[in-house]
């Protein structure tokens, strides 16, 4: 949806993608086809570095060419841009009440597991979110997600309290399982 939003803007949009070889466009993909993004894939390598180095040379290229890009952060990923997450979990608390909780989600780029994190610090004490990667390590997972966290609590002027150990994250799925069961995907 970045490409729509952009393109609504009227602003030129280029993307860095990593990921398997397709053979055809279809959802996200096809959308941002459709809006006329530029894309620059990076066939079977989807590891964040990778994506960022890539995207780091394309802005300096068109920096170059007397352009002046603006760079999202991959996923999105900011402390204002989990803060979306952390209203959710005000909304979720104002619907389940005090009560223990369990949330499970997939984490990728550490922006939602952040908000989620803080959100339930701040509304749902009792709660645990539980992360699964999808592309980082755990410490990784950990680092950037601890540093999102007190990001969005800076934003809201609030004690994030960060202790590393409660931003849970299971061992990464093994790349065999996750192509198998389709977690991840």
Do not use: H
């Not at 979110?129 to 999808?134: L, N, P, R």
């Amino acid at each position: 949806m970045t490409a729509a939003a952009a393109r609504r803007l009227g602003l030129d949009v280029k993307l860095v993608l990593g990921g398997p070889d397709f053979a055809r466009a279809r959802g996200n993909l096809l959308l941002d086809a459709l809006y006329g993004a530029e894309v620059r894939y990076l066939v079977d390598d989807d590891d964040n570095d990778s994506l960022a180095a890539a995207m780091d040379a394309w802005v300096r290229e068109l920096r170059e060419e007397g352009r002046r890009p603006y760079a999202l952060p991959i996923g999105g990923s900011t402390g204002a841009g989990a803060l979306g997450y952390v209203r959710a979990m005000r909304e979720l608390a104002s619907q389940l009440g005090e009560g223990p909780v369990q949330i499970v989600t997939a984490v990728g780029s550490c922006g939602t597991f952040a908000g989620l994190n803080l959100g339930v610090r701040l509304f749902l004490p009792a709660a645990r979110v539980v992360g699964i990667s999808v592309s980082r390590t755990a410490r990784r997972i950990v680092d950037r997600t601890t540093e999102l966290i007190a990001e969005s609590a800076g934003l809201l002027g609030v004690d994030a309290s960060a202790d590393r150990r409660s931003a849970r994250v299971p061992r990464p799925v093994p790349r065999r399982i996750r192509r198998r069961d389709g977690i991840g995907e």
